[in-house]
C-alpha cells in the first residue's frame, strides 16, 4: 500500500484548484430551457463596471458555462483585477437545436445582459462578446452580421474576441475535408452552411474583432482568421489576428493568467469598452 504521505500533496493540489474555482455571484434564467442560463460575476464596486461577456466551446454539441478553463482565469483578471462584470453564457446544444439557434440564443443571452445591466451597476453601453471555438464562431456570426442579434432586441456592443474559431467559413469547410464532428455540428444542408457561415453573413456595420488564433492547430485557424479579418477590413470594418503559440485549449485557459497574451487583450478590450468623453 502506498504511504499515505506519498498522495496528500496531490489531494492538497485537488483541493486548492477546487477552492480556487470561480463561483458566480448570481445566475439567472433568459429562456424556459435550463441550459438558457447566465452565470453573472461581479467586481467589488460595479458602479458604471464594463461588462465582458463570455460564451463557451464544445463542439456545438457540449460545454458548460461554468468550466473552470471559461471561467476561471478570466474572473480573476477582468473581475477581481480590472472590475469588470463578467457574464457566462450557457446556450442549448446540437441535437437539441440546430446551430441557428444557438446563435439566436446567444442573442437572446445579450439582450438580457444589457437589460440587466443596471441593477447590476454595470454600463451596458460599455460592453464586449467573448467566445471559445464553437463559442467563438457564434460571437463571430453575430458581430459579423448584428442584424441576428438585433433581431433578438439586442443593442448593438462595442466589439468582440474571437478565441481560435476554425469555422469562420463555414461553407468552405464543410466542402472539403473535414473532421467528422462537423458533420454532426453543421448537418448536410447547404442553405444551414451559408445561413451561420461568419464568412458568408458578413455585412456592412459588422462590428469591431479580435481574433486570436492558436498557431500549434492544425487545421489552419490562422489562416482562415486572416483571410475573414482581410474580408471585414474590405468591408469597411475593423478586424485584427492576434496568432498565439499555444494549443485549442491553452488559448481559452490561459487567456486571464500574466503575461503578453493576456496583455495584448486588455488593449483591445480597453480600446473598445472605455468611458465615452
Not at 433568459?30 to 464596486?45: E, H, K
Not at 438585433?150 to 475535408?177: K, P
Not at 461568419?198 to 488564433?213: D, E, F, H, I, N
Amino acid at each position: 500500500m502506498t504511504p499515505i504521505r506519498h498522495w496528500l500533496p496531490a489531494v492538497a493540489l485537488l483541493l486548492t484548484a477546487a477552492l480556487a474555482h470561480a463561483a458566480p455571484d448570481r445566475q439567472l434564467a433568459y429562456g424556459p430551457d435550463p441550459a438558457q442560463r447566465l452565470d453573472v460575476y461581479l467586481p467589488a464596486q460595479p458602479h458604471g463596471a464594463p461588462i465582458l461577456v463570455m460564451v463557451h466551446g464544445g463542439a456545438w454539441m457540449f460545454g458548460r458555462p461554468d468550466a473552470p478553463n471559461v471561467v476561471d482565469a478570466k474572473v480573476a483578471h477582468w473581475v477581481r483585477e480590472r472590475g469588470f462584470v463578467f457574464v457566462s453564457v450557457g446556450y442549448r446544444l446540437v441535437p437539441q437545436v440546430d446551430v441557428r439557434a444557438q446563435a439566436h440564443d446567444v442573442a437572446h443571452a445579450l439582450a438580457e445582459v444589457q437589460r440587466l445591466a443596471p441593477g447590476w451597476h454595470a454600463d451596458a453601453d460599455r460592453l464586449v462578446l467573448m467566445g471559445h471555438s464553437a463559442g467563438a464562431h457564434l460571437v463571430a456570426l453575430l458581430s459579423a452580421d448584428p442584424s441576428l442579434a438585433t433581431a433578438q432586441r439586442a443593442r448593438r456592443w462595442r466589439g468582440t474576441v474571437v478565441l481560435d474559431s476554425a469555422a469562420l467559413d463555414t461553407e468552405g469547410l464543410m466542402q472539403r475535408r473535414h473532421l467528422r464532428f462537423y458533420d454532426r455540428a453543421f448537418g448536410a444542408d447547404p442553405a444551414l452552411w451559408r445561413a451561420v457561415s461568419p464568412t458568408a453573413r458578413l455585412a456592412p456595420g459588422s462590428l469591431p474583432m479580435l481574433l486570436v488564433c492558436a498557431s500549434e492547430r492544425r487545421d489552419d485557424s490562422c489562416g482562415q482568421s486572416a483571410r475573414f479579418a482581410s474580408l471585414v477590413r474590405t468591408g469597411g470594418g475593423q478586424a485584427t489576428v492576434l496568432p498565439q503559440p499555444l494549443s485549442h485549449g491553452e488559448i481559452n485557459a490561459q487567456l486571464g493568467t500574466p503575461g503578453d497574451y493576456t496583455q495584448a487583450v486588455d488593449r483591445f478590450i480597453e480600446g473598445l469598452a472605455a468611458p465615452v468623453r
